[in-house]
């Protein structure tokens, strides 16, 4: 059996096309939203930096990002980083990605607990993502069994960073939603709008954690059809 050329591919299938599902989701919404403007008539960057001020963090500072949905906190810095169609705009849909970001600088602010566990675990996944599948498969061709095993703990110590990070991404949701609604900076009948955005965002990450499980079990399965 052939590694590059092995049966095992095909338990990626399901994750893959989930995957693919996901961001095409993720991109077909927010675009659609995009072309909804807010009653509140703010863009982006407005809301962000309002939330930010009324929970106390006017330390956070709220820069904008090149690219496509590159919206990130970076906690290191206390920047919250929004691209342009974000920044600018005052559609629901860019109120809505802005809110989830504050919502992890609250969630970093607060202590929130999974954010916690899941900025310790980034280094260790972040090596992890890299080495995993070198390790493995060295372990894999000249049948070094603790090569392998140390590839596997690699890709597991990845795989709980992409698990711990659904609960993050949920919570900042929840939290994005309930900003924008009761500091009133969308209306009532905006509320599912947004709400549909988060919700094809967080697929992408749901869609991240099903293709790394799948990837581990295929792992193992390689690991112990070459004991044999």
Do not use: C
Not at 118 to 130: D, E, K, M
Not at 193 to 220: E, P
């Amino acid at each position: 059996m052939f590694f590059w050329y092995d049966p095992t591919y095909l338990l990626l299938i399901p994750a893959l096309i989930f995957a693919l599902y996901a961001q095409s989701k993720v991109s077909s919404t927010f675009q659609r939203y995009l072309r909804v403007a807010s009653s509140s008539g703010l863009t982006g960057a407005q809301v962000a930096r309002r939330i930010l001020d009324s929970n106390g963090l006017y330390d956070v500072a709220v820069e904008q990002v090149g690219g496509h949905l590159t919206d990130h906190y970076d906690p290191r810095r206390k920047v919250l980083r929004l691209s342009a169609p974000v920044y600018g705009s005052t559609s629901v849909a860019a109120l809505g990605v802005a809110a989830h970001e504050t919502g992890h600088a609250i969630q970093h602010a607060r202590n929130y607990v999974p954010l916690g566990i899941r900025n310790n675990l980034f280094p260790i996944a972040s090596i992890g993502s890299q080495m995993a599948f070198p390790l493995f498969i060295m372990g894999f061709v000249f049948q070094w069994d603790v090569l392998m095993l140390v590839g596997i703990w690699f890709f597991i110590a990845a795989l709980a960073f992409q698990v711990v990070t659904l609960p993050v991404e949920f919570d900042a949701s929840r939290r994005a939603i309930a900003l924008l609604t009761n500091g009133g900076y969308i209306a009532p009948n905006e509320a599912p709008h947004a709400k549909a955005v988060l919700s094809a965002a967080a697929l992408t990450y749901v869609a991240a954690a099903a293709m790394a499980a799948s990837q581990l079990f295929r792992l193992l399965i390689l690991r112990n059809s070459r004991r044999r």
